[in-house]
């Protein structure tokens, strides 16, 4: 048996539009989609109309702040809405739902951008709010674009690194970190070594880890089916500080003699940092008995990860890896839009009283209405 | 009121106020370029640029709203910024003579007697 999704469809109309908008952290999304009535199938997929981005980008060597952050979301988002609708030719009256990142995230810049949908939600005559769970809105994105029907998912980012298992109704977190998230663990190393933040800390830290050759000795952290990060951060900080501070450390690789350099450091944080992820999940697809993994989430776009998770899954009976690019794999207001849209489509809005945003909301509260497999 | 004049407005009140505080926009010059809502000092000393400007206000009622809550948004974070430096300050002082207390009355913390 499958869901009705078509219970709540306006009479006479042959579609729904969504807006989602996200700004949970430094990302400002705005994306627009489209679903035909009927079931979402491989004949019947949901259209993207629009998806525009903004990123608040800081100097090297510093992060985000909260309000610097909301600053910049409160600043642009009118402007990437408008922008959002001219791309997908439609007017704010043809939208069926707003939804909007209701949690996890950053305070500020959380409550900045669901002041926006609730205000047009108003301007444009009583449309219905939908509140987004995030990780929610990556794993049903992820799901949509690859065709992956039901994988486990790795969720790995700036602030969540969770491997997820659906069953009954609910996204199950099988293994997360104990502490910081891997994306966070990657971009403060990136502060250390004053790296720029354009187009992202991790996306330059990819670039330089592909010119490291030497491995050097880090923690490894696995916990159980947990990880732990903070501790291996500390470790390679410490180090780096000590090689490219005053005192000019000298370190030298164990076999070759050869010299180490910021490259190598890169090098060996992403192999560490990937090889515990890929653990975790190998485990978890052993557990639940699935030979698809699904990466979503900005870390995702790391192609060494991809590369190191396809080993993997290669070693498996009918093993298969979906990802997706950035568009989609960074934070991204479509994903908003979609994951919202299904919740709407399951007779799921929020009244205005019940929009107020979130800084924790695990993935596992959401109760995953539209699926009953 | 006709849409020409939005004229946004806000009140405080607390406890500790005989009155309710009413903020006024006034009739002066009015941007969106807000005096408290300018980007940190910590990004642009460490060689940021603020690219986030908000835009300016159009010549419309709609724009003129703007700019005004761009003001009263000014007034209530001036105002409130105050209030929270006066609690900051009378807890300060509230603590200096609880030393004062303790060492005049009890001449030893009572904390540290056993």
Known sequence: MTVDLDKYAKPGKDHYIA?????????????????????????NRAQVLSNVRDTYITPPGEGFLPRDTARHHRNWVVRIIKRALIDAKIKGTDIDCICFTQGPGMGAPLQSVVIAARTLAQLW?????????????????????TGADNPVVLYVSGGNTQVIAYSKQRYRIFGETLDIAIGNCLDRFA??????????????????AKKGKHLINLPYTVKGMDLSMSGILGYIDQLA???????????????????ITAEDLCFSLQEILFSMLVEITERALAHVNSNQVLIVGGVGSNERLQEMMKLMIQDRKNGQIYATDER?????????AHAGLL?????????????????????DEVFIKWRDD | MSSSTLIPTAEYSAPDLKETHKFDVGNGDHS???????????????????????????????????????????????????????DKSKNAQKEEEDIERRILDDGVDEDDSD
Do not use: W
Not at chain 1, 21 to 42: M, P, T
Not at chain 2, 60 to 79: C, E, I, S, Y
């Open chain 2, 32 to 86: 969106t370029d807000g005096q408290t809502t300018q980007i940190s000092d910590i990004v642009i000393n460490a060689g940021g640029e603020d690219r986030d400007k908000p835009s300016e206000a159009k010549d419309t009622p709609l724009g003129h709203l703007r700019a005004k809550l761009t003001t009263l948004q000014d007034q209530v974070n001036v105002f409130l910024t105050e209030r929270m430096k006066q």
């Open chain 1, 19 to 43: 807006l989602g908008l996200e700004g949970s952290a430094n990302k400002l999304g705005v994306g627009v989609i489209r679903h035909n009535l009927g079931q979402l199938s491989s004949n």
């Open chain 1, 343 to 363: 919740s709407y489509r399951t007779g799921q809005t929020n009244d205005i009283k019940d929009t107020v945003c979130t800084q924790r909301f695990r993935t």
């Open chain 1, 191 to 208: 502060r250390t070594l004053k790296i720029p933040n354009e187009p992202a800390p991790g996306y330059n830290i990819e670039q330089m």
């Open chain 1, 125 to 145: 005559g009583d449309i219905p709010l939908v509140g987004v769970n995030h990780c929610i809105g990556h794993i049903e994105m992820g799901r949509e674009i």
């Open chain 1, 328 to 336: 989609f794999c960074i934070d991204n207001g479509i994903m908003i």
């Open chain 1, 241 to 259: 500080k000590e090689m490219f501070g005053k005192q000019a450390k000298k370190v030298v690789d164990e076999t070759t003699g050869e010299p």
